[in-house]
């Protein structure tokens, strides 16, 4: 997984909850990279998961819930970063919609090795339907990045979302 | 205690930092040293791309060279080809002149109903042999780019029906009936080249001749939209041909098909050479044809309106020509013996000088108005006598007239550049002397 989801998660957690905090679930942890996270590196995404998992257990918050937070955070450093995406794209849908052939395509062309999830998208009209596919289980993260992305285009959206087996969550995400 | 607490608060919060310090210092490294990496795989990268890029540099260098060199070559081989063809055509042409003026005279001798049969097709096949050659040496000569057109005035009316007398019989003997028309805007007197004019003319009819059995053939002339070309059609209801045929017809060597050699016979050089003299003469060949329904053939041609020539400047123009003191330099006997005959036809007594240096010395004792000069002769050639002649301080310029055997471009400018005037090639003709003498003296 690319070091920036790392860097941003760790900054996120400073900033919510502290510094402290930030020491003690990497201690907790106990990452095999050591926790020194650079956003130009690559590191196993069973890091962060051990590490949202130790904030849920200091916080009481479920993972669920820190993942999906996360990723509504991440959406936005997104946003900021690579703002050359988001140029002529009218609304969150025809962006989430755009995923796989635009985003996906372009992560490839930086990075050949990355193991990117599988998004099947079916747009009909102001309804969205996503499903993710992925042996990594961060379908919360995916919600959130799903949200943030709402946010990001002042769009309201609601999602629904259900299992589908093991490997595959569908979401339907509706423009209210 | 207190203080003991307060020292351990302060050794953990120490150690805190420490490790966070630690963190991001080894995060720093990580960083420079992914970079340093990253660097090295992009310079490497680099490398390898601008030393692919030379080599394909190379490489195309090297291509382009060979392709040149291939290139030379083909048309080194390509010109080496048309001199050969031109040079045996011409080697050929000369005894076969020979055949052919032999089996005349034996034609006139008194013969047996037998050998007369066997001498007529000794004749007609010696004939049909020269055309061969003379289609051989023309197409030769055009893809070496050593034809020149004559660019004179001349009578189009008069030619075209001289064409037509000749195929007037033939046709009469097939049972066709040849047409000719002629729009009455097209000029009488065009400038040009007769010669080749009359060889498309010459070949568009033979051939629709020989590829029609019944109906007619014809020949008209009218203006095209373009001012100063005109556009020939000839026309006949023969065999016809489809696209295929039609497609590789102006090709040299090819015909309709190879059955046509065996039914018909020819080169299949007769059309190649009529588009390339068409291009020469500034207009192009095409045409219409359906299987079984006949052929139409058209041309385009540049022809200038040209300038109506009168007999009786010329009659006039022959007797000034008497006047002239005219020296012959010529070191063969028989060609010196020509040369005065025509002469006298044109009321000049030439003085005669058998090489360039007698004809040297006999223009620094006499002053001549025309020397007629023969380019290769033993002791001096025409060349260096015309310089010598050139050199002199005479009073009177005498025009020098070469008479050369070669009537290619390049002799031609090596006369002019060693201060001849004009030349006139052997062997020599009445009309092409007096032609060139009224040039001067008119």
């Known amino acids: ?3 920036m989801v790392f860097t941003e998660f760790l900054e996120m957690v400073e900033a919510k909850f502290s ?19 650079t956003s130009v590196g690559t590191y ?3 890091e962060l998961v051990d590490m949202v998992v130790a904030l849920s257990n200091r916080t009481q918050i479920p ?12 959406f936005g450093v997104f946003a900021r970063s690579f703002q050359q995406f988001f140029e002529g794209v009218p609304d969150a849908l025809t962006f989430l919609s755009g995923i796989e052939d635009i985003i996906h395509a372009q992560v490839i062309k930086l990075y050949p090795d990355a193991q990117l999830p599988k998004f099947d998208c079916l ?10 596919h992925s042996d990594r289980h961060l379908a919360d993260l995916a919600e959130g990045l799903i949200m943030g992305c709402g946010q990001h285009f002042g769009d309201n959206l609601t999602i629904q979302r259900d299992e589908v087996n093991e490997l595959s969550t569908r979401f339907i995400v509706t423009k209210v | 205690m207190e203080a003991q607490q307060q020292t351990d608060a302060l050794t953990l919060l120490e150690q805190r930092w420490q490790k966070r310090l630690d963190r991001e210092r080894a995060a720093r490294k990580e960083a420079e040293r992914l970079l340093e990496e990253k660097s ?12 692919l890029a030379s080599n394909l540099e190379k490489l195309v260098d090297q291509r382009t060279n060979e392709l040149a060199v291939a290139l030379k070559k083909a048309q080194a081989a390509t010109l080496a080809k048309s001199e050969f063809l031109a040079t045996m055509s011409h080697e050929i042409r000369t005894p076969l002149n020979g055949v052919l003026g032999m089996a005349q005279l034996l034609f006139d001798t008194e013969l047996s109903e037998q050998q007369r049969e066997y001498v007529s097709n000794l004749k007609n096949t010696s004939n049909t042999l020269l055309a061969i050659i003379n289609d051989v040496l023309d197409f030769s000569k055009i893809e070496a780019g050593k034809l020149e057109l004559e660019s004179i005035s001349y009578d189009l009316y008069q030619l075209v029906k001289e064409v037509c007398a000749i195929f007037k019989l033939q046709a009469q003997q097939k049972g066709l009936s040849l047409q000719v028309e002629f729009n009455e805007l097209v000029p009488r007197w065009i400038v040009g080249d007769p010669t080749r004019l009359r060889q498309i003319l010459m070949n568009l009819l033979s051939n629709a ?22 556009t020939v059609c000839v026309w006949d209801t023969g065999v016809g041909m489809d696209e295929k045929a039609r497609s590789k017809l102006f090709q040299a060597f090819s015909q309709a098909d190879a059955s046509t050699t065996c039914q018909y016979g020819g080169t299949g050089l007769g059309l190649a050479i009529c588009d390339r003299l068409t291009t020469l003469m500034g207009g192009r060949i095409w045409v219409e044809s359906e299987q079984h329904k006949g052929s139409r053939f058209y041309f385009t041609f540049a022809a200038p309106r040209g300038k109506e020539s009168s007999q009786e400047i010329r009659v006039e123009t022959i007797k000034s020509l008497a006047e002239l003191k005219v020296l012959l330099v010529e070191d063969n006997a028989i060609n010196r013996l020509v040369a005065t005959k025509l002469l006298q036809k044109l009321n000049i007594n030439a003085a005669i000088a058998v090489d360039g240096l007698e004809a040297v010395a006999m223009t620094e004792k006499a002053a001549y108005d025309l020397i007629l000069m023969d380019m290769q002769m033993p002791n001096m050639d025409g060349l260096t006598a015309t310089q010598h002649i050139r050199a002199m301080n005479l009073s009177k310029r005498p025009k020098i007239i070469a008479l050369t055997a070669n009537a290619m471009n390049e002799d031609q400018e090596r006369c002019l550049a060693a201060g001849m005037d004009d030349f006139i090639s052997k062997p020599i003709h009445f009309d092409q002397l007096k032609q060139t003498l009224a040039r001067f003296y008119p």
Do not use: C, W
């Open chain 2, 209 to 230: 001749m020989k590829f029609t059995e019944s109906g007619t053939v014809g020949l008209a002339l009218m203006p095209s939209v373009e001012s100063d070309v005109l």
């Open chain 1, 63 to 74: 993972v669920p819930v820190l993942v999906r937070t996360f990723g509504e955070h991440v």
């Open chain 2, 40 to 51: 090295l795989a992009l310079y490497e990268r680099n490398v390898e791309l601008r030393e």
């Open chain 1, 44 to 46: 196993s995404h069973e």
């Open chain 1, 123 to 132: 747009r009909e009209g102001n309804q969205l339907t996503m499903i993710y």
């Open chain 1, 19 to 37: 510094a402290d905090m930030v020491d003690d679930i990497i201690d907790d942890a106990n990452p095999a990279s050591g926790g020194a996270y």
């Open chain 1, 1 to 3: 997984m690319k070091g």
